[in-house]
């Protein structure tokens, strides 16, 4: 380590006085011209962890569906996975590190960490469109390269696009190739090769709306466009020609306000969607012909998706297991009816992709989505071989079942939620299944239910329990919660404090609209006396 000369290039990175800041449930995210200094120490970080793990890392520059004056970073480990809990410690370590303790903060993980700093080490780094973020991503290649660490930049992509890039590397192509062009191949082939069998049934072509979110997801869906154009005719809006990031628009924008982004144009009963501003989750919507409003979340894309993998599993007859993972947000109709009439398994975790990850790791088949619309399949290994197995040695109907399954495994981008690949894969689900958006959207009726967020002088002094569904400080709060539980029908209500924003999160649902929404104002009330609210009175959404 040439210490020296970290010293000098952290100079030119300077941290702000006083400055702290935390690696979160989604990496470290601020306004935008306070994180020069994260940047380049996080492309130091990087290359120690591909040091220590003999692996490409990933950085990707994005602050996802927050303001476009924002930005953010986040590693990837090796096999396109959230980084490692015991290195996020040692990222907000670098990060707060005073400029003249820098040296001896990296010394000290290196040792804690076992890292061979004699080893070689390769980093690939992508950034989303934000205006800060092609400068940020320098930073983060002066921290590489003054390490001696090797790079390749992919400049502008979706973050799950760096996660499938970091996988197919480490796998040595296994799975997939490491180009952009590799991913769309990849997904476009399974997604035409399982479409192709739904339009041989009569099925005419079909179309989509996409709200882009005026981010990365437009350009990659452009470029992607015409690689599957022949099972789907997508209709780009949102696109970041004029609009801002993420505003009024965006997957998350309709998931909190429940309602159309701006921007697009919906007729009744139109299919469409909305990424967010690294496409990294989607939700679904349309307008009935009354003109009203219906969203279509994360937790009925998981009961799309497992309803058709259940489906083709028993047509091949083979007893591979399959569990459905979700958090506390879920709406409790989606639990029901996946447990009572689907008789599929579900397990709730906390809030963060990388908990549901992890859990759906234990499955066969492993369905993973957070309400928000981020998620994913995983397949393990021996699944895999399974059907690979069973597509090359049944015959008939049985085969084409094992083959499309075989497709499903190539669709789903299993290194993370990618709203891309979920789009495809619901796509060809409705095709394959002839199903209308309103035939989906009426699988089960959604439990009214209200978000609100709440100030407090330290939202750490809640404390939670049993996947965050329980407060157990401060003293007193969850039973507030009981008694006021006690009064609506068909509830349920929880808090907890934020991982990405200074507040205190309320869920509430009930048997109607009202009853949720007097529900979360309750609660929020019972957070504000007990655990030190401050400020106005709770704000709605997300
Ligand atoms: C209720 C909610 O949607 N929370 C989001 C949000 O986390 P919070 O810890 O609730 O701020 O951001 C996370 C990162 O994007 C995402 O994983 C999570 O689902
Ligand atoms: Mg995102």
Redesign the pocket.
């Known amino acids: 380590m040439d210490l020296d000369a970290i010293t000098k290039h952290s100079a030119l990175h300077i941290k702000p006085n006083g400055l702290i800041l935390q690696y979160?449930?989604?990496g470290f995210r601020a306004k935008a011209e306070h994180l020069d200094h994260v940047m380049f120490r996080m492309g130091l970080l990087a290359v120690l962890r591909s040091k220590q793990t003999k692996s490409t890392i990933g950085v990707m520059v994005t602050a996802?569906?927050n303001p476009e004056e924002d930005n953010g970073v986040k590693l990837i480990d090796p096999l396109g996975e959230m980084l490692a809990p015991s290195w996020e410690e040692h990222a907000t370590c670098l990060a707060n590190a005073e400029e003249q303790d820098m040296q001896r903060v990296l010394m000290d993980i290196s040792e804690k960490a076992a890292v061979d700093l004699q080893r070689k080490a390769f980093v690939v780094i992508g950034r989303d469109t934000r205006p800060s973020s092609e400068k940020l991503s320098q930073s983060v290649i002066d921290g590489i390269t003054v390490l001696g660490g090797q790079f390749h930049d992919y400049g502008l992509l979706t973050t799950p696009q760096l996660h499938y890039m970091v996988c197919c590397r480490n796998t040595h192509g296994g799975y997939g190739t490491a180009t952009i062009e590799g991913y769309y191949q990849k997904l476009s082939k399974a997604f035409v090769e399982l479409t192709k069998q739904a339009f041989c049934s009569g099925d005419e072509n079909r179309s989509l709306k996409v709200d882009c979110a005026n981010g990365i997801g437009a350009l990659k869906l452009r470029e992607m466009e015409h690689y599957f154009s022949q099972g789907l005719t997508v209709q780009l809006f949102n696109d970041g020609t004029k609009g801002k990031l993420n505003h009024l628009c965006g997957a998350d924008f309709v998931k909190s306000h429940q309602k159309p982004p701006q921007g697009m144009e919906m007729k009744s009963n139109e299919r469409c969607c909305s990424f967010d501003g690294d496409a990294d989750r989607i939700v679904y919507y349309y307008r009935d012909t009354d003109g009203q409003f219906h969203l279509i979340d994360g937790d009925k894309i998981a009961t799309l998706i497992s309803s058709f993998l259940k489906e083709l599993l028993l047509e091949v007859e083979e007893s591979l297991n399959i569990g459905v993972v979700q958090?506390a947000?879920a709406n409790g109709s989606s639990t029901r009816y996946l447990e009572e009439v689907m008789k599929v398994p579900v397990y709730c975790t906390k809030?963060?992709?990388k908990h549901l990850h992890h859990k759906a790791q234990e499955f066969d088949i492993g369905v993973y989505f957070?309400?928000?619309g981020?998620g994913t399949v995983l397949f393990s290994k021996a699944a895999e071989m399974k059907i690979k197995q069973l597509a090359e040695e049944l015959e008939d109907k049985k085969r084409k079942a094992a083959k499309m399954l075989e497709n499903m495994i190539n669709l789903f981008n299993q290194a993370a939620g990618d709203a891309i690949s979920d789009m495809l894969v619901i796509e060809a689900i409705l095709a394959l299944k002839g199903l209308t958006v309103q035939q989906w959207d009426a699988l089960y009726t959604d439990l009214p239910n209200r978000?609100l967020k709440v100030k407090v002088v330290d939202r750490q002094l809640i404390s939670t329990t049993d996947a965050e569904r329980r407060a157990v400080t401060p003293p007193g709060l969850q039973e507030a919660i009981d008694d006021l539980v006690k009064k609506y029908k068909l509830s349920r209500a929880f808090v907890?404090p934020?991982?990405?924003?200074d507040v205190v999160?309320v869920?509430a649902e009930a048997d109607s609209q009202a009853s949720a929404d007097s529900l979360a104002r309750e609660v929020s009330l019972a957070v504000c006396q007990l655990a030190g609210g401050v400020g106005e009175s709770p704000q709605l959404g997300?």
């Not at 934020?498 to 924003?501: A, D, M, Q, Y």
């Open positions: 979160g449930t989604a996802s569906h958090t947000y809030t963060g992709v957070e309400a928000n981020h978000q907890r934020s991982g990405t924003e999160r869920y997300f």
